[in-house]
């Protein structure tokens, strides 16, 4: 069974960076993409940024700020956030996703980035 847990959450100042880092441990087959989400209370879950089949794709208010790294030989997948905004508050859930459909998620990490 996969086991996701994600690290690097914290609280920034506005402008400042952080960088989100999501480690597996179990048994792992047919990962096919790992990702990023964010959730606010009240809202659905948001794609952030995934990446699979050999591309990334980041939701608009990533583009330019933020990028993902997947690293197959250690299952880990890294979202780098630059630039960040008041408005990137919230819980970020990293995801892997096999190609079977079948979705495992982390517990969460909360960012806050203050103004």
């Known amino acids: 069974q996969l086991q996701l847990t994600e690290s690097g959450g914290g609280s920034v100042l506005a402008g400042e960076s952080l960088t989100l880092s999501c480690a597996a441990s179990g048994t792992a087959f047919g990962i096919n993409s790992m990702g990023w989400f964010r959730q606010s209370p009240g809202k659905t879950r948001e794609m952030v940024a995934m990446?699979?089949?050999?591309?990334?794709r980041y939701a608009n208010s990533a583009k330019g700020r933020f990028t993902i790294t997947r690293r197959m030989e250690t299952m880990t997948v890294d979202l780098q956030m630059n630039n960040l905004k008041p408005e990137a508050t919230t819980v970020y859930y990293c995801?892997?996703?096999?190609?079977?459909?079948?979705?495992?998620w982390g517990p969460g990490t909360q960012v806050t980035v203050s103004s």
């Open positions: 990446v699979g089949g050999g591309a990334a």
């Open positions: 995801t892997f996703s096999t190609m079977n459909g079948e979705d495992t």
